[in-house]
């Protein structure tokens, strides 16, 4: 081989027709990256690329001699388009992916590779070791094909080239690596600059602080053995890289922070982490949210530890199922009802938030189940709750026909929320095979669940229209409870309120294709990829139809909201002693939910102060955690009413001018901005009485020095 440095492109793509759909810098081809130059420094070229159309460009002008792209299933056929151009403007390039979008049995694996013609190694699990394989074997080679794949390269599998087209092609496996202990060993790519290039201000600072998950679910692909231990990068480490973030991302105005940490909160030394994130908070304003999923044990210390990050983070506690047998069949244990009761109490007695997580269809799960266990989960006051449609993912169980088999899976194709795209003249589409019935929950089953999901994440989620629940509840209405009566009583609500629930039931319908070659057919023409570069389908519908209900819709949900709790409880009332009363009550919570929530995910809205008058103290009844009094008791003293003022905090709108700035103000840009914003309540307007000094939030009480904030200037 000659002097010449070996060239590398190396990159993280993201589909960026609507928006920017994985906007995170792209950290683990930084680790890749600094990996491989570690080992060879000299003897590398390396660039690092998230956008499609810039790697695109700079293959054409410049034509590596390595091209690695990650593989998940929002890119995978992206990564692929990108590995055949790569090929049409130098043949003799090695091209290879790697990402957890990959079988794990090796005859799956066969097929995954044979349908992906243009890429010429795949790696296995952890990619640092292995992609530093590849780049030493190409060297010792002197690039040439031949020589590269006469062996097994360890970490990887490939088909060999020669073969790929014969009736018999050869599929050659490498050793698998053991994985990295000392996760130090790795070099950070953001202390040594390689990923300066992308604080551009449209992406969203990724760290990790540790590998590994010790639990074994089958529908994730850190379940595996592989991945059971924990390894952990060095506190020092951790500490210099949130320091040198904080920086970058206070001068950029950027608020948000994802965290890779699978069980964040679970571990001692996570404390320390909150530490450091709280320091550069009060040092850069940064970072003002935190995207992360905490540990499923341990939720004591969870809550210990995270205390400290306050509104800028929740507690998650991921479900997945309330039915015993379904968890048998996934190979989980949650914990037990009750302690997670006492948990959503105590974390929302600080005023803190919490979400769980539930799944559908999962094996064994019926409608009736999947429904009484929504009610659990909601009736133990937790936050929010994400109901997710269960994917089919490559390295799960669910991609094995015997046990789809075992449980009547039916499943269909659907676009990735937003992921296609046409670059360099060719149509590209990212699509996911979901799962929506079994022999135990029918298709008309699904629907009725995804609709649900649709109200629990518009209406319950985040707390827009909480006091309509908590006024509820007191007469013994459940919050599940009252969703099922919107839901039975849809035909009676506003017109804008009809619509949102029949589109939504329409796409989401219509969004699924029993093949994807159909998919690909249909999406392929110009009419019907017009409506996708419209944004009038291919997006998250969930996230899609909130956005449209808060920012388009949220005074005719309160209207719907006020008539049917008011109904609901004069029909529990055996004695009505004043239906005046009730009515009264009813419409100051009303004015109160539309106050609070007033310019919300609108980024045109005036944000100015706005006010109403109050005869009943409802940050006060808010407070009764109990319950145990009705909003009357509450009456102000000489029945007067006092003046309420709603505001938001100079940090508040820091994020707004962020997110809207970064992501858009269209309907598809809100669906992007509301799950970057997974504690929506955070985002209320704070509320202050005319003469108090100080803007409180309205779930914290008063007398908590830690959420006191000086007027808006």
């Not at 360099?424 to 135990?440: N, P, R, W």
Request: proline residues 3%; glycine residues 4%.
């Amino acid at each position: 081989m000659s002097d010449k440095k070996l060239k590398i492109f190396l990159g993280d793509i993201t589909h960026d027709t609507i928006v920017l759909v994985s906007d995170t810098i792209p950290i683990n081809i930084g680790y890749i990256a600094s990996y491989i130059k570690k080992t060879y420094d000299e003897k590398v070229d390396i660039n690092l690329f998230k956008y499609p159309n810039d790697i695109i460009e700079e293959i054409k002008k410049n034509p590596p001699d390595v091209v690695g792209l990650s593989n998940y299933s929002w890119n995978s056929n992206l990564s692929e388009f990108i590995a055949s151009l790569a090929k049409k403007y130098n043949p003799n390039v090695v091209t290879i992916q790697g990402g957890t979008n990959f079988p794990h049995d090796e005859e799956t694996q066969k097929e995954f590779l044979l349908e992906r013609p243009s890429t010429d190694i795949f790696t296995i699990l952890e990619g640092e070791k292995s992609c530093t394989n590849i780049i030493g074997r190409i060297i010792e080679s002197e690039k040439e094909r031949k020589k590269i794949f006469e062996k097994e390269i360890d970490g990887c599998v490939f088909i060999h080239p020669d073969t790929k087209e014969t009736k018999n092609p050869i599929f050659c496996k490498g050793q698998i690596l053991s994985r990295i202990k000392d996760l130090d060993e790795i070099p950070s790519p953001y202390l040594n600059g390689m990923l300066d290039k992308f604080f551009d201000g449209k992406l969203t600072p990724f760290i990790e602080t540790n590998r590994g998950c010790p639990f074994t679910c089958s529908f994730c692909h850190t379940g595996a053995d592989y991945f059971h231990k924990l390894n952990k990068f060095s506190q020092e480490r951790v500490k210099d890289e949130i320091e040198y973030i904080g920086k970058k991302a206070g001068k950029l105005g950027i608020t948000n922070l994802h965290l890779a940490d699978v069980n964040f909160g679970m571990y001692p030394q996570d404390k320390i982490t909150c530490e450091m994130f709280l320091e550069s908070k009060k040092k850069y304003k940064w970072p003002l949210a935190l995207m992360t999923t905490t540990g499923k044990n341990s939720k004591e210390r969870i809550m210990q530890i995270t205390e400290m990050l306050g509104n800028i983070f929740e507690v998650t506690m991921a479900m997945q199922s309330m039915t015993e047998s379904v968890l048998t069949n996934i190979k989980r244990s949650n914990i037990k009802l009750s302690h997670m009761i006492e948990i959503n109490n105590e974390l929302r007695k600080k005023g803190r938030t919490t979400a769980s997580e539930l799944i559908v269809p999962l094996p064994g799960e019926t409608k009736e189940s999947f429904v009484e266990g929504l009610n659990n989960v909601i009736n133990s006051n937790v936050s929010r709750v994400v109901i997710y449609t269960l994917m089919m993912l490559h390295g799960t169980k669910f991609k094995q026909p015997d046990y789809r088999k075992q449980f009547g899976y039916s499943a269909k194709f659907r676009i990735v929320p937003l992921n296609f795209g046409e670059y360099d003249g060719k149509k590209v589409f990212d699509y996911e095979e979901a799962g929506v019935a079994t022999k135990d929950l029918s298709f008309d089953d699904y629907l009725f669940i995804r609709a649900l999901a649709l109200l629990v994440e518009s209406l319950y989620n985040g707390k827009p229209f909480e006091e309509f629940f908590k006024y509820a509840k007191f007469y013994n209405i459940q919050p599940a409870d009252l969703l099922k009566i919107l839901f039975d009583n849809m035909l009676d609500g506003p017109e804008d309120v009809q619509k949102i629930m029949k589109e939504f039931l329409f796409e989401t319908k219509n969004e699924l294709w029993d093949s994807e070659k159909e998919l690909l057919e249909f999406y392929n023409k110009d009419e019907n990829f017009s409506k996708l570069k419209r944004g009038d389908v291919g997006g998250n519908l969930i996230y899609k139809y909130k956005s449209k209900s808060l920012l388009r819709a949220s005074h005719s949900w309160i209207s719907f909201l006020k008539d049917q709790v008011l109904k609901a409880v004069l029909a529990k009332q055996k004695e009505i002693k004043s239906e005046k009363l009730i009515r009264d009550e009813v419409n100051e919570i009303a004015s109160f939910c539309s106050l609070k929530i007033d310019a919300l995910l609108d980024a045109d809205a005036n944000t100015d102060t706005v006010k109403g008058d109050f005869e009943f103290d409802i940050l006060n009844w808010i407070e009764d955690e109990e319950n145990q009094k009705r909003l009357s008791d509450f009456k102000f003293k000489n029945n007067q009413k006092l003046e309420m003022f709603f505001e938001f905090t100079d940090d508040q709108i820091r994020m707004r001018k962020d997110v809207f700035s970064r992501y858009g103000k269209d309907i598809n840009a809100i669906s992007k901005i509301v799950t970057r914003i997974d504690n929506l309540e955070s985002q209320y307007r704070k509320v202050r009485f005319k003469d108090d000094k100080y803007l409180r939030d309205i779930y914290k009480k008063v007398g908590d020095t830690n959420i006191r904030y000086t007027l808006a200037s």
